[in-house]
């Protein structure tokens, strides 16, 4: 098994050869099924997310994928290289931007950069031309003699990404990598990223935010260490198993507590003047469900609208998922 | 993986430029060695003198009070106040006014000239029964040092009193003092201090150092690159033992200039000496920074480490004199065969070899605990 996997990643060439090929990976902390069953193929030169609320798993998944955790039960191939036993030969071929600011405080951009590039081995022709490469890319020129201490939340993490990416990884793990930056800082390192995928690297981002995860060519949207769904961001908004109707009335609240607990409602949020109510698939007319509720009134306003990634996301989780 | 001289040398420097940037700590590598020098050779003296005492002078004659000045005048202790009674005199030492109190009896002058220390030679026999000490002395004996003391004075000669010739005893023994002829306590403890902030500085700051990687995080990204464990312990002690060397200066450096503690053996033994207990206390640091899970746990395991070093490694009391489970705890502390190297090379010119056992032991605990912190630290991984 593990030498047809590795077989079948080392032969296929071109962009459908696979990053990542993950079977049945499970991990366990002590009674908590951090992962439980996950499969995951991540196509080559491809932005690929993991969109999930707080503690559902992402950051296991990737500790997984870069051979920092041992897995419970399952196969991994990453790059050709089986984890964890080849964890140390991935090390060279993988960038890693942890969750939290990762970089020393008390050094300067220029140091820490010098410092990772040192730890990845780059001689020191290598390391001058690269490392003015990465300051102009990053935009970090000025800033060169900073200490990172004193660089705002932006410009730390076109830092941390400038130190994954020292060494020209294949594949690059980014972990929540914009939740302490502005939507400015946020539309210029997704920017980064693409250029990054366009020179080739493949690229595995986690995310709580839907406009990041809108931005990824596949999505994967993890509860409580499963996958409840998983494909092109635009193939989980035409497939959802859910109908959006957005209502404009007058008591919005109370509507919302009337409607929740129909069976077929799996929810409803209130949108500035708008309540958006989401119904099963099973439902053929939803409009006509609600409108016959005793709680709307007829001059109430009903329709079906284009569904957000957030009503992918609510309907596959949480209590929708559940149903 | 095979070990990379660059990833060690990234490290090292690393680790000085932070350490550069780090003012603070920067200052405690010069002022730890230098105030403690002066703290402990100031302070630490095992030879008592001018304990605080009282007197009740019952007899109140000229004999008493030159009694009292001959006792005064040997330094060991000074009359600071005067009691009327026995009971006022014990409730002093009750408050801790005085230490001890010389009780002078009314029949001083009769005791006196029955002593046999007067110098008359040894008096008759029916006068020898008849004879008591002259005085006594109420000592708070809680203390046995400054009790020690004051016993000393118990057979002190009092021919100065009535001006006589000594009485010349012949020794049992003859007693020859070698390297500390003067017995001075600072030759002894410099040497031992320079184990002793060598402990408390290289444990702390090793432990530290790799506890707070993974306090701020940078270790998350550190063990995701391809730097080995061992790569990280050698690089992060390595600065330090530098700092141990400018330490170990500063304190044989003042100990030589203040105070006159004299250094007869080769500095090449004291180097290496000092080298082999350096990367034994940088070890244990590494160890205490596998184990400890912040920095406040760190430095409470350093203590932990610190005052048996202080206490059982022979810097304050000597090794012979404690009971068979303390030496066998001191035999396990780096310090006490430390303290016995320096002890050897610096006092007594001995080289390092000739005292091999220490030297192996040394020698032993440094491999042994580099095993064990990077086994440990493989650990912590998962």
Known sequence: MILTTRAAANNTTYHRDLAINAKKLCR??????????????????????????????????????????????????????HLPQEANKLRLQIGYMTQKFSLYDDLTVKENLQFISKIYGLTANEQKSRLSELLSTHQLSQQSQQLADSMSGGQKQRLALAAAVIHKPKLLFLDEPTSAVDPQNRREFWEQLFDLCDQGTTILVSTHYMDEAERCHKLAILENGVKRADDTPQALMNNMAAQVVEIAASDLRYIKDKLIQLPLVISAAQLGTHLRVLVNKAERDP????????????????????????????????????? | MKISLLRIQAIVTKELLQLSRDRMTFAMVIMIPLVQLLLFAFAINTNVRNIPVGVVDHSQTSLSRVLQQTVSATGIITFTHSYHSVKAAQKAIDSNEVRAVLIIPKDVSQRLVRHPSVGFGLPPSSKQETSRPIAQWLVDGSDTVIAG??????????????DKP??????????????????RSVVNIVPGLVAVILTMTMIMFTSAAIV???ERGNMEMLITTPLAPIELMIGKIFPYIFIGAIQVSIILGLGYWLFDVPFNGGLTQLAI??????????VLGLVISTIAKNQLQSMQMTIFILLPSILLSGFMFPY???????????EALPATHFIRLIRGVVLRDVAVIEMNFDMLWLITFTCFGLLVAALRFKKTLD
């Open chain 2, 166 to 183: 000594a009485n010349r005893n012949t020794p049992t023994f003859e007693v020859t003092l070698l390297y500390n002829p003067e017995q």
């Open chain 2, 273 to 282: 000496a000092t080298l082999l207990f350096i990367c034994a206390s940088l």
């Open chain 1, 287 to 323: 409009v006509g469900l609600l409108q016959r509720q005793s709680c709307i009134r007829p001059t109430d306003q009903l329709a079906i609208v284009r569904p957000s990634l957030e009503d992918v996301f609510v309907s596959c989780t949480g209590q929708g998922g559940a149903r």
């Open chain 2, 212 to 214: 707070r990687e993974q």
């Open chain 2, 320 to 330: 012979e004199g404690m009971p068979q489970p303390a030496q066998y705890i001191a």
């Open chain 2, 149 to 162: 003391s004051i016993k000393s004075l118990r057979n002190m000669p009092l021919v100065e009193l009535l």
């Open chain 1, 28 to 81: 366990n902390f002590g009674q908590l099924a951090a992962i439980s069953n996950l499969d995951l193929t991540v196509e080559k030169q491809t932005i690929y997310g993991f969109l999930g609320p707080n503690g559902s798993g992402k950051t296991t998944a990737i500790r997984l994928l870069t051979g920092l955790l041992k897995p419970t039960s399952g196969q991994i191939n990453v790059l050709g290289c």
